[in-house]
Structures are given as C-alpha cells and as structure tokens.
C-alpha cells in the first residue's frame, strides 16, 4: 500500500540547505541560518545555554510568558540577570533599555521576544537594536510569533541570535524551527565552556558538523516530511510575497481591536494602544464579572473550529485572544470570532 507521505527518497543535504537559504531571504540575512529538527523552544533553549553562563550579565525584557522563561533558562546557565517587566498591555520601550544599560553597564547579553501571541503585545525591536548595538551586548530575539506577520530584520537591527517558527503566521509546520547565527554569536558560544557539546541541544555541534563542513553531508536524519512542508511554506510566501503576507495580518488584527469595540458590552482590546499590539493575534479583555475562559467556552460551543482561547494561568479569568494567524489571518475568521464572542456575551 503506497501513500504520498511514506516511501518519500532521503532529502538531501543539497535540498536541506537550499531550504535554510529560503529562511536566510526571508530574514534579509548574511548571517548563517540552521534549521533545528525540533519546535522553536529547541533553538530558543540552544542559544541561551550556548551563548550564556557563570560570568554573562544579562538584561531580560519581560512583556509576556516567554520572556519569564528566557530568564529562567539564563539564571539556571549561571548567568546574573536583570529584568525589565512592563505590563502586558503595552511594550517595553528603547528608553527603558538604555535606562538598565547606564544602571547596570556591565550588561552584554540581552533577550527580548519580538512579539508575545499569549499576551498581543509586539515590542520596537528597531529601536531597541539600536540601543544594544550602541552598548556592544549581544541581542536575542524570539521573533516565533512575529515572522510572517511583521517585519524580522536581524542583520539591519543588529541581532546575534534570532530564533523563528513557522507554525503561525507563515502558517506552516511545527516540527522544524530555524535559527540565524551572528559571527560575534558563534565567537561567543565558542569561548562558552559551559554551551552544550554532543547535545540535542547543541548549535555548536551543527555548525562544526554541518556549516563548516561546507553542508555537504547532515549530522543526522532529518525530519522528513516537517523539512518538506517548510519547504512548501516558504514557496508559498515567496509566491504570494512575503508584503501581502504581512498586510493581511495587519488588516485581521485591525478588524479585530475595531469590531471588539463594536461588540460592546465592556468588551475591548488587552493592549491599549494599537502600536503596541501584535498582528500575529489580538488579546481582548473581558467585561466585569465575565470569566474569560468561560466566554470562550460558550463561544466555542457555536463552532469549536474558531482560534479562541482564553488568557493562560490568571489570565484565563480576563483575558481572551483571537488567534488570526497563517490561514486565520482574514477578516472572515475574525467576523466570525466576533460574532461567536458576542453571542456567548448575550449580544
């Protein structure tokens, strides 16, 4: 018995890295970009334990929950941390950052996620790289949720470690995840005795056994079909361009702050101000006295297929989020979320 995603040929190194070489144009990058055979949390964890370690001084921005994890994942490698909490209605700011740099100038490592889906907000990495650059730390940036939906630019922001997904806004597959490498990065990792070696975990070994080596020959046997359905993912936004791409994430996240607020009923957008809200999707805060994971709840009933869920941990009492990402970034998806929302609200 045949079937189309069994008895595929081997993908070769040649087909890999032209995949990777698909990444690198979609991230405007000279730097070295690997595909890691894993979800995005693989290449995000690599690069804090490779890069950080007893002696690193590190500046942690929390805007969400990713941001709590990178610090916890700095001080578990012996790194000394400082962190920046902004509510997560709003974004950190380049102000912010360069006020913790004068406090604190031993400061050289720096993480920041681009754009938290779990919380809607988006930070101005721009003007943030600027900041890091002008401080000489070395910048990682989660842009998982971001690329597709918004601008990732790491050689013109200055970022050293730049860690995305394909699994929402370029609307592709989780199983595989890409990271791009400064040289500064690799310096860094290098003279880390503590990074991993010999580890799943391990950037440096992939580039010892894979960038070096000229990609000719792969460490290992990757994952098949998630290589193939990211080579798709990328064909299809190169199609389709990588602008409109963007522009119909924009529009569904527009659509959704406005047709909340048509809603009514206490129903409005989490983040207050537009600038500071994410395309990728959009986080709605509930009336008084409605629990959020409830409202969804009832909402779902109508149509469980809709990207609803409520906020996670304490946020699941307040907070909703309209995932309009990859296939969902249309306004249709969003009429029909509202419409579902203000049905559960008794609208």
């Known amino acids: 018995m ?23 144009r979609l991230l405007d990058t000279r730097q070295d970009v690997l595909i890691t055979q894993g979800e995005a949390l693989l290449p995000l964890e690599g690069a804090i334990r490779a890069a950080a370690g007893p002696g690193t001084v590190a500046l942690n921005v929390i805007t969400g929950p990713y941001g709590q994890t990178f610090g916890n994942w700095l001080r578990d490698s012996g790194a000394t941390v400082y962190d920046i ?36 907000n988006t930070n101005p990495v721009a003007e943030i790289g600027e900041a890091v650059r002008e401080h000489g730390a070395l910048f990682y940036l989660d842009a998982v949720a971001s690329v597709g939906a918004e601008p990732v630019l790491p050689d013109a922001w200055g970022v050293d470690l730049c860690v995305i997904g394909a699994q929402k ?19 860094r990792m290098a003279a880390n005795p503590h990074a991993p070696r010999r580890s799943y975990l391990s950037l440096l070994d992939w580039k010892e056994r894979w960038i070096d080596a000229g990609r000719v020959v792969l460490p290992h046997a990757p994952a098949q079909l998630e290589m193939l359905a990211l080579e798709a993912c990328l064909e299809r936004i190169e199609s389709v361009g990588l602008d409109a791409v963007m522009d119909r994430h924009r529009r569904a996240a527009q659509a959704t702050r406005a047709g909340a607020v048509s809603v009514g009923r206490g129903l409005e957008p989490y983040v207050y101000e537009a600038c500071d809200a994410a395309p990728v999707a959009t986080t ?12 969804v709840a009832r909402a779902l009933a109508s149509d469980p297929a809709l990207p609803l869920a409520a906020g996670g941990g304490a946020l699941a009492k307040e907070m909703i989020r309209v995932n309009h990402y990859g296939a969902d970034a249309s306004t249709e998806t969003v009429r029909r979320c509202l419409a579902a929302i203000g049905e559960a609200l008794g609208v």
């Open 284 to 295: 709605l805060r509930v009336p008084s006295g409605v629990v959020a994971s409830e409202l």
């Open 85 to 120: 909490s902004v509510p997560f209605h709003t974004a950190v700011t380049a102000a912010q950052v360069r006020e913790a740099f004068a406090e604190h100038p031993e400061i050289d490592f720096v993480s920041l996620v681009h754009a938290e889906a779990a919380t809607g």
């Open 169 to 187: 806004a370029m609307g592709g597959p989780a199983g595989v995840s890409a990271i791009s490498v400064s040289e500064r990065a690799w310096t």
């Open 2 to 24: 045949s079937h189309p995603f069994l008895d595929l040929p081997p993908l070769s190194a040649e087909r890999f890295a032209a995949i990777e070489d698909g990444i690198a």
